[in-house]
Every structure is written in structure tokens, then in C-alpha cells.
């Protein structure tokens, strides 16, 4: 199981920030995203806990569901599905309010589902195209905001 890390600081305030990344559908504004939907509202917000979330990737399609919801300081979610087919752990963002802005922490440990070859592909594949894809979504959250704010 790999755990995958990426911080990024956006410069605007933690409410935004939060609200923006927590409705995945923003992210078809990165080019690695193709789609996102919400297939369940969660119980006390769209994208609260209970809600799960539908995204296909040029990587692959994930099914999530959220399992911790705390405005606007942390989300927590996890992949129930996947294809290609993997084990995930926790998915979890949390914000913070810094010099600048706020300071996002993307973390996610999972790892491919396959005999013997699942942990490698993960280090050597899976790693830096999923760091790369959270990089290029948190970039895009930072150019959306920062259009909001002019």
C-alpha cells in the first residue's frame, strides 16, 4: 500500500478553497479530468458524509464515498470501486489557513489490485500519475479562484 502525498498553498480564503474542492465536478476544469458527477447527496450537505461521488479520470474510473466531512477544514472519502481495480485505504484533504492563503494537503494510500505486480505498479505507475492528476487539479482550483476573486 503507497501513500501519496501532495500540498499546495491557494491564494484565497479557506471557505472558497474548501467549497471549491470539495464539489468534484470543478475538477473537469483540469484536462486530466473528463467527468465528475454526485450520484448521492450526502446527508447535511451535497458532498457531506453519505454522498458518493462518480469521477473518470484519464487514469481510470473511481466510485467514492465520503466518509468525513468537516467545513472547512477537512474531507475524507473512499474508493469503493475502481477500474483498473484497486485497494484504497483513505482519501483525505485537509485545508489550512496560512501566509498567502490556504495550504491543502492531499493524501491518498491505496495501491493497484493485482497479484505480485499490484505494489510495484503502484510505486513505479499509479504514484506519479495520481500525484501529477491531484497537482494539476489543485493548479486548477488555484486559476479558478483566483478569476473569482478579480
Not at 473512499?78 to 489550512?96: D, I, Q
Not at 501566509?99 to 493524501?107: A, E, H, L, M, P
Request: charged share 25%; with cysteine.
Amino acid at each position: 500500500m503507497e501513500t501519496m502525498t501532495v500540498e499546495h498553498v491557494i491564494d484565497a480564503p479557506i471557505g472558497e478553497v474548501f467549497a471549491w474542492l470539495t464539489t468534484t465536478t470543478n475538477y473537469t476544469g483540469s484536462p486530466l479530468v473528463l467527468r465528475c458527477r454526485l450520484a448521492r447527496r450526502g446527508a447535511r450537505a451535497p458532498y457531506g458524509v453519505g454522498a458518493v461521488r462518480s469521477h473518470l479520470w484519464v487514469m481510470g474510473w473511481f466510485r467514492e464515498r465520503i466518509t468525513h466531512y468537516d467545513p472547512p477544514y477537512a474531507t475524507e472519502y473512499v474508493v469503493e470501486r475502481s477500474l483498473p481495480p484497486s485497494r484504497h485505504e483513505l482519501g483525505r484533504m485537509t485545508f489550512t489557513e496560512v501566509d498567502g492563503g490556504t495550504r491543502v494537503c492531499w493524501t491518498t494510500r491505496a495501491e493497484m489490485r493485482l497479484p505480485v505486480l499490484g505494489a510495484p505498479l503502484t510505486r513505479l505507475l499509479v504514484r506519479p500519475v495520481l500525484t501529477g492528476t491531484f497537482r494539476n487539479i489543485l493548479r486548477t482550483a488555484e486559476k479558478a479562484l483566483a478569476r473569482r476573486g478579480q
